[in-house]
C-alpha cells in the first residue's frame, strides 16, 4: 500500500469513528457510507476537506450536509431493501447515493437544474442505477411515483409538506427538518398509521430552507 492510500484508509477510518461518535450505529447505514466516497461528490477547493464531518457549499447557494447528519436521517428513515424512496433535495446527490445503497428505488428532485444535471453525471460515473432524478418544486413530491415506502427532505419547511405526508404509505416513514427560521429548527419523523401520522422529534439541526417552485438557474 502506498503512502497516499494509507492517508486515504486512515481519513475513511477517522470518517467511521467520527459518525459512530455522534450515534450512527447501525451497521447498514455505516457500510453504506464506507461505500460511497463522500469526494465524489465535494468539488473545487473544499474537495480536501470531503471526509470532515463538517457541511460544506456546492454550486447555487446549497450544501452538502455533515455526513454525521446524513447518517442520523438515514438511520431514521429505517430504509429496507425492498422500499421505494423519495428524497426532496438532491443537492449534491451524496444522500441519494446513501439511499442507493439501502434501498430498492431511489427518486430524487431538486429545484436547480445544474444540481440535477451534476448529480446524475456522478451517478453514471458511480453505476449507481437504481436512483432517478428530476428538476421538480419538491414540496408537491412526485404524484405519478407515489406512494413512497420512505421520503427524506433535505430542507426545512414550517410544517411537514402536505402533498408529501399524502405520498407516504401507511406504515411509511418520513424525516425532515421543520423549522420557522434557520436558527430555531427540530429534525422530526413522521410515520403514518392506519389512522394518522405518529411525530418523534428527533434534534436540533440546521438547514437551507425549502423554497417553492423552480429555479431560474441553467
Given at each position: 500500500m502506498t503512502d497516499s492510500e494509507d492517508a486515504l484508509a486512515e481519513r475513511k477510518m477517522q470518517f467511521l469513528f467520527a459518525l459512530r461518535s455522534k450515534g450512527v450505529m447501525d451497521s447498514t447505514?455505516?457500510?453504506?457510507?464506507?461505500?460511497?466516497?463522500?469526494?465524489?461528490?465535494?468539488?473545487?477547493?473544499?474537495?480536501?476537506?470531503?471526509?470532515?464531518?463538517?457541511?460544506?457549499?456546492?454550486?447555487?447557494?446549497?450544501?452538502?450536509?455533515?455526513?454525521s447528519v446524513v447518517g442520523l436521517m438515514t438511520q431514521a428513515l429505517e430504509v429496507s431493501p425492498r422500499d421505494k424512496v423519495l428524497e426532496v433535495?438532491?443537492?449534491?446527490?451524496?444522500?441519494?447515493?446513501?439511499?442507493?445503497?439501502?434501498?430498492?428505488?431511489?427518486?430524487?428532485?431538486?429545484?436547480?437544474?445544474?444540481?440535477?444535471?451534476?448529480?446524475?453525471?456522478?451517478?453514471?460515473?458511480?453505476?449507481?442505477?437504481?436512483?432517478t432524478a428530476f428538476t421538480s418544486d419538491g414540496s408537491f413530491g412526485l404524484p405519478d411515483q407515489a406512494p413512497f415506502d420512505r421520503i427524506i427532505v433535505t430542507a426545512a419547511?414550517?410544517?411537514?409538506?402536505?402533498?408529501?405526508?399524502?405520498?407516504?404509505?401507511?406504515?411509511?416513514?418520513?424525516?425532515?427538518?421543520?423549522?420557522?427560521?434557520?436558527?430555531v429548527q427540530s429534525l422530526i419523523r413522521v410515520r403514518r398509521t392506519e389512522t394518522g401520522f405518529d411525530y418523534d422529534e428527533l434534534r436540533p439541526v440546521r438547514f437551507v430552507p425549502l423554497i417553492e417552485g423552480i429555479a431560474r438557474d441553467i
Amino acid at each position: 500500500m502506498t503512502d497516499s492510500e494509507d492517508a486515504l484508509a486512515e481519513r475513511k477510518m477517522q470518517f467511521l469513528f467520527a459518525l459512530r461518535s455522534k450515534g450512527v450505529m447501525d451497521s447498514t447505514v455505516l457500510t453504506a457510507m464506507e461505500r460511497v466516497d463522500r469526494g465524489q461528490f465535494v468539488k473545487g477547493l473544499f474537495s480536501e476537506r470531503a471526509y470532515e464531518d463538517t457541511p460544506l457549499p456546492i454550486a447555487c447557494g446549497q450544501t452538502i450536509s455533515q455526513p454525521s447528519v446524513v447518517g442520523l436521517m438515514t438511520q431514521a428513515l429505517e430504509v429496507s431493501p425492498r422500499d421505494k424512496v423519495l428524497e426532496v433535495g438532491t443537492g449534491s446527490g451524496y444522500q441519494a447515493a446513501i439511499l442507493s445503497q439501502l434501498a430498492r428505488r431511489v427518486y430524487t428532485v431538486d429545484r436547480h437544474k445544474r444540481l440535477v444535471r451534476e448529480a446524475r453525471e456522478v451517478f453514471e460515473a458511480m453505476d449507481l442505477v437504481n436512483i432517478t432524478a428530476f428538476t421538480s418544486d419538491g414540496s408537491f413530491g412526485l404524484p405519478d411515483q407515489a406512494p413512497f415506502d420512505r421520503i427524506i427532505v433535505t430542507a426545512a419547511a414550517e410544517d411537514p409538506p402536505g402533498p408529501l405526508l399524502a405520498q407516504l404509505k401507511i406504515g411509511g416513514i418520513m424525516v425532515l427538518p421543520v423549522g420557522q427560521s434557520d436558527t430555531v429548527q427540530s429534525l422530526i419523523r413522521v410515520r403514518r398509521t392506519e389512522t394518522g401520522f405518529d411525530y418523534d422529534e428527533l434534534r436540533p439541526v440546521r438547514f437551507v430552507p425549502l423554497i417553492e417552485g423552480i429555479a431560474r438557474d441553467i
